[in-house]
């Protein structure tokens, strides 16, 4: 069977549980993880709301329903055909994983917590280990957060396999069904110093990610309350809080309160970057006008409308580079719309996000990225598209070909500087 790209089909909790292990090993931090699983998350988020993403899984449904399965689940087989998933990026046997899927999401949590101790037994490697436990603790978090926060309190710092970031979703998701226990529970534990940050400057990352959590489940009940929760903390540390939240997409009726909350607790530089991010996110579902709701929404002024769009425009594309190679079509639709919201940003966006495509784990080649940059250069010859690629592209990694497109920049002390840096 060919191999079928897995973000069309499996469910969100269980694709994000393989990535944020993945991602997990790769990376320092929890806000890392975060910003390394946007493109991943927001994927499946585009595919799930197409029409046709569940077919699949419904059809066979019909004729095969979960308390109807025979076999129990084969975690070490499971394992197995997940670490394929991740080597490959695709599928080899499409029913099995149905299969597992359709076992795994009828479980209750007496059930999960079951498969969390027969998948400790098992004789796997890390990896292999923590793809599953994360994919059985996504659920959890979905069905129990507090017994999730509760089995796994002894993890809560655990930010290289993922654990971390999945506590602090457990966070939010509790205090969606108990806003007063979830605050309770997160104030006694910063007070046993559960929270204590060992780093020389005393800032507490894993602290910031469960504030981020907490803060954007009270943005969509109580944005007063989320905006004195995060008031409490330093000015310095608040970006980090939209750092573990400010990745995720707002519904649109949040929107507004999430662009009031930045622009009164951030910084003009901090808040300009997360209402772009935010821009991004809803850019990579492939839909510009959400975008265009979003920035009427916020009221946007015309610099945050600018780096909205700008953002936007990136992460268009660069929802697209997870999945396949990126093509001038694809790239014309981004700069044709820019076009109509920052016209004299399109040339610098293209050579970014060109650059950036071979950082986000797809198949697009620097040669192929750098072809179709010198093509958009013919026609123009604005040096924007050059510098704009060679300061995001992996230029040091292919110094001949990135030198070729510095020569090609006109301005003498732009070209001389891109040189330099390719020494």
């Not at 190679?325 to 014309?332: A, E, F, Q, R, S």
């Amino acid at each position: 069977m060919s191999t079928v790209k897995p973000i069309h089909f499996i469910a969100p909790v269980i694709a994000l549980a393989i990535a944020g292990a993945i991602l997990g090993a790769q990376r320092n931090s929890i806000s890392e993880l975060e910003a390394g699983s946007t493109v991943l998350r927001q994927h499946i988020e585009a595919a799930n709301s197409r029409p046709d993403s569940g077919q699949p899984a419904s059809r066979s449904a019909r004729s095969n329903q979960p308390g109807k399965e025979k076999d129990a689940i084969d975690w070490k087989e499971m394992a197995e055909s997940f670490g394929d998933m991740q080597r490959t990026g695709g599928i080899k046997d499409m029913r099995k994983l149905m299969s597992f899927q359709r076992k795994i999401q009828a479980m209750d949590k007496d059930g999960l917590v079951a498969a969390l101790d027969q998948i400790a037994a098992l004789e796997l490697d890390d990896l292999q280990k923590t793809m599953l436990e994360n994919m059985v603790v996504g659920l959890l978090v979905q069905k129990d957060p507090e017994l999730a926060l509760a089995r796994f309190a002894h993890r809560i710092g655990d930010d290289r396999t993922g654990m971390g970031w999945q506590l602090a979703n457990a966070l939010g998701e509790w205090a969606k069904k108990d806003q007063p226990a979830a605050i309770a529970w997160f104030d006694k534990e910063i007070a046993a110093g559960t929270f204590d940050s060992k780093s020389l400057d005393g800032k507490s990352q894993v602290r910031m990610s469960f504030e981020g959590g907490l803060v954007a489940s009270l943005l969509g009940s109580d944005p007063k309350a989320a905006e004195a929760r995060l008031a409490t903390l330093p000015a310095d540390q608040r970006k980090e809080v939209f750092d573990g939240f400010g990745f995720r997409q707002m519904k649109p009726d949040e929107y507004s309160a999430f662009a009031d909350l930045a622009r009164s607790q951030l910084s003009e530089k901090e808040r300009m970057e997360v209402l772009g991010k935010q821009a991004s996110t809803i850019a990579m579902t492939g839909n510009f006008k959400k975008v265009e709701d979003y920035m009427e929404s916020i009221a946007a002024t015309p610099e945050e409308r600018v780096r909205s769009a700008e953002d936007a425009a990136r992460g268009s594309i660069l929802g697209k580079a997870f999945q396949s190679k990126i093509t001038p079509g694809k790239i014309d639709t981004m700069r044709e719309w820019l076009g109509t919201q920052a016209p004299g940003s399109v040339d610098k966006v293209t050579g970014e996000t060109l650059g950036t495509v071979m950082n986000y784990g797809g198949t697009t080649k620097f040669s192929e990225a750098s072809e179709m940059l010198l093509q958009y250069h013919a026609e123009n010859g604005n040096d924007d598209l050059l510098t704009g690629f060679l300061e995001k592209a992996q230029a040091r990694e292919n110094k001949e070909e990135a030198r070729a497109i510095a020569e090609r920049i006109s301005d003498p002390e732009r070209r001389g500087k891109a040189l330099e840096s390719l020494k």
